[in-house]
């Protein structure tokens, strides 16, 4: 339960959950996501900090543009997390 809290937290932020949502549609460059964020490029970056140390998103370099991605597997487990808890409690 703890596990899934800490995920939820994560995630229940508006922002965080926007970038992932950009991301679901497919590998983005930062330069990519800031523009459709409506927040400044540190807060962005933040949010994109945050959701690389949580393991959802990853990322890698190419040339010079740092690119990002959902790491499937993550979300795999948050999913499988998710309905095991609430399949549980019903």
């Given at each position: 339960?703890?596990?899934?809290?800490?995920?939820?937290?994560?995630?229940?932020?508006?922002?965080?959950?926007k970038i992932l949502l950009l991301l679901l549609d497919g590998e983005k460059c930062g330069c990519e996501i800031i523009p459709k964020m409506n927040l400044s490029q540190p807060l962005?970056?933040?949010?994109l900090g945050i959701l690389k140390s949580s393991g959802f998103i990853k990322n890698k370099w190419i040339g010079r543009k740092n690119i990002y991605y959902v790491n499937k597997k993550k979300?795999?487990?948050?999913?499988?997390?998710?309905?095991?808890?609430?399949t549980l409690k019903m």
């Open positions: 339960m703890n596990k899934l809290k800490k995920f939820l937290k994560i995630v229940s932020n508006e922002s965080r959950l962005v970056s933040y949010h979300l795999e487990e948050f999913k499988k997390l998710f309905n095991e808890t609430f």
